[in-house]
């Protein structure tokens, strides 16, 4: 866990979160615990995960603006815990042990985190997982990418298997979150989607990783 990208994480999403305000996308203690998650993100993740979950954001304050998301009121704290409180949870454990298991996770939680933030009205929300789970399974891979070859480490054919994990943890999240939605709280139901598609992507990428450590 580093302290200087934890404090930069904290002042990106705080300002990330103003900006979400003034948009009237959040509330004061949505933007708080926004910030928070940002900088357990960016500390424990690093700059890539960073990027990506400020990408998210920034994607979905422009299309909640535009009108063209589902979200009708602003999020509060409760709201923010739900959606972006695994992915943050999973940097942390990352930062702390950079497990495999870990870094799946992330990439599960936060597939479903750009889903469930960028969902728009009266769309299929499993046809709209898919299509945003790959996408930002793609995006990991391609910002994981340029940050080894900027270091001067090797990438290869292994790496695609982040786009995979990114569908799975969308889909999963996105299938729970639907079956419990009308049983339970709408934020319970989110966060058990977020936590599920935390749990999937870390027994799958953690298991496939052990098949493939041999052969490699």
Same mark, same amino acid.
């Given at each position: ?6 404090? %930069?994480g904290l002042i990106?999403?705080?300002? =990330?979160?103003? #900006?979400g *305000?003034t948009?009237?996308? #959040?509330?004061l ?7 928070i998650?940002?900088g357990?993100?960016f500390?424990?993740?690093?700059w ?7 990408? %998210? ?5 422009? #299309? ?5 998301t589902? *979200? ?6 409760l709201r923010v815990v739900?959606?972006w409180?695994p992915? +943050?949870l999973?940097a942390?454990v990352?930062? +702390?042990?950079e497990?495999?298991a870990?870094w799946? +996770?992330?990439i599960?939680?936060?597939a ?7 969902e ?6 499993l +046809?709209?997982?898919? %299509?945003?789970? !790959?996408l930002?399974?793609l995006?990991?891979? %391609?910002?994981h990418?340029?940050a080894?070859l900027?270091r001067?480490?090797?990438t290869?054919w292994?790496d695609l298997w #982040?786009?995979? =994990?990114g569908t799975m943890?969308?889909? !999963? ?5 639907a079956?419990t939605?009308r ?6 139901a989110r966060?058990?989607g ?7 992507t870390?027994i799958?990428g *953690?298991?496939?990783?052990q098949l493939l450590t041999p052969?490699?």
């Amino acid at each position: 866990m580093s302290v200087t990208r934890l404090i %930069v994480g904290l002042i990106d999403h705080l300002l =990330l979160g103003a #900006l979400g *305000q003034t948009l009237g996308c #959040l509330t004061l203690d949505g933007t708080l615990i926004l910030a928070i998650s940002g900088g357990l993100i960016f500390g424990g993740g690093g700059w890539t995960w960073g990027l990506l979950a400020a990408a %998210v954001l920034i994607a979905h304050f422009g #299309l909640t603006w535009r009108g063209f998301t589902s *979200q009708e009121t602003p999020h509060n704290g409760l709201r923010v815990v739900a959606t972006w409180g695994p992915p +943050a949870l999973a940097a942390l454990v990352y930062g +702390a042990s950079e497990h495999t298991a870990a870094w799946a +996770a992330f990439i599960g939680a936060i597939a479903f985190a750009a889903a469930d933030e960028m969902e728009p009205a009266g769309k299929s929300p499993l +046809a709209f997982s898919l %299509v945003i789970g !790959t996408l930002t399974g793609l995006a990991m891979l %391609v910002l994981h990418d340029l940050a080894a070859l900027r270091r001067g480490l090797p990438t290869g054919w292994i790496d695609l298997w #982040l786009i995979p =994990l990114g569908t799975m943890g969308s889909l !999963t999240g996105a299938a729970l979150r639907a079956w419990t939605r009308r049983r339970l709280h709408p934020d319970l139901a989110r966060f058990l989607g977020s936590a599920s598609a935390a749990i999937i992507t870390a027994i799958i990428g *953690q298991s496939g990783w052990q098949l493939l450590t041999p052969i490699l």
